[in-house]
């Protein structure tokens, strides 16, 4: 969505208007992608004292409008002087256009500002729930998709049944340029069974994920440089950086903070729990 220049019933704070003199609105706007989300945080400049006071009342909010003109993909939200928030990159092509708004949460009656252009001074106006006060910063976010994360990491995973005939448990293998996950035979069967019959999410959820886990908590306390050289390692590795997540930074006790390696093999995986209930809804509700 993009702002027009074009007359409005009442005035408002816009840079390229001049319906109010010595005010200032204003929005910084940054972005990173992280694991498949776009991370978009937004801090608000505003210089005008009545205004300010709406907002302090709660009869008007800083207010931000994101769209994907080639997807259609539309977000807003609305709160106090700094917003966070995530879409999903696979919900955007190429680019996200922001906009950034003040806007009325409810009818304003004989709403008046000493800053009003002399144009119209002692003039009062009735605004609407909705209406905008302040038109902010527009910024185009440009996404860069690391496409390949998952493909280059699925090549270096491989699953493989146990020989041992009496074996109970999974186990994983880390000592060569693969991530060796080795399951007894009754698992072995239904892993290569349900992959195949549209449970591919699940099955991710119940073995990839956990041994995710397990391989970066290894690598969190890693003393070996022969480690570091496997492929595997590197790969992980490298996804972790171009999220801006360092492996000296990760922690292996959940809960201390946003580089958890549970939360991190969450993320590599893109929510896979969440995705296996999905799916699971989705067969059972084919079945009904």
């Not at 807003?76 to 708004?101: H, M």
């Not at 009818?107 to 905008?132: M, W």
Request: aromatic content about 10%.
């Amino acid at each position: 969505m993009r702002i027009k220049n074009k007359l409005s019933p009442y005035p408002i704070l816009f840079e390229y208007s001049d319906d109010y003199v010595d005010s200032l609105f204003h929005a910084d706007v940054t972005s990173k992608t992280e694991f498949g989300q776009v991370v978009i945080c937004v801090t608000f400049t505003l210089e005008n004292l009545q205004i300010e006071q709406l907002i302090k009342e709660g009869k008007a909010e800083y207010c931000v409008h994101a769209e994907c003109p080639i997807t259609s993909f539309r977000y807003k939200k609305s709160g106090n002087q700094d917003i966070e928030f995530k879409v999903n990159a696979d919900d955007i092509k190429d680019k996200l256009e922001i906009c950034t708004f003040i806007t009325a949460t409810r009818d304003i009656v004989n709403y008046s500002n000493e800053k009003f252009n002399l144009d119209y001074d002692k003039l009062s106006f009735n605004i609407s729930k909705g209406n905008i006060l302040a038109i902010g910063t527009e910024v185009d976010v440009i996404i860069n998709k690391n496409l390949d994360e998952l493909q280059s990491l699925s090549g270096l995973i491989k699953v493989r049944k146990k020989q041992a005939v009496n074996a109970e448990y999974m186990s994983i293998d880390l000592d060569s340029d693969y991530i060796l996950i080795s399951l007894p035979e009754y698992e072995y069967q239904k892993y290569a069974e349900y992959g195949k019959q549209g449970f591919k999410r699940t099955v991710l959820s119940m073995i990839l994920f956990p041994a995710m886990v397990s391989v970066l908590s290894r690598m969190k306390i890693n003393t070996d440089d022969i480690l570091q050289e496997k492929k595997w390692y590197k790969a992980i590795e490298k996804i972790l950086n171009e999220n801006n997540v360092e492996v000296d930074n990760l922690s292996i006790i959940d809960g201390n903070g946003k580089y958890s390696v549970f939360k991190i093999a969450q993320q590599i995986f893109k929510n896979p729990i969440e995705n296996a209930f999905r799916e699971i809804d989705n067969i059972n509700g084919g079945r009904e």
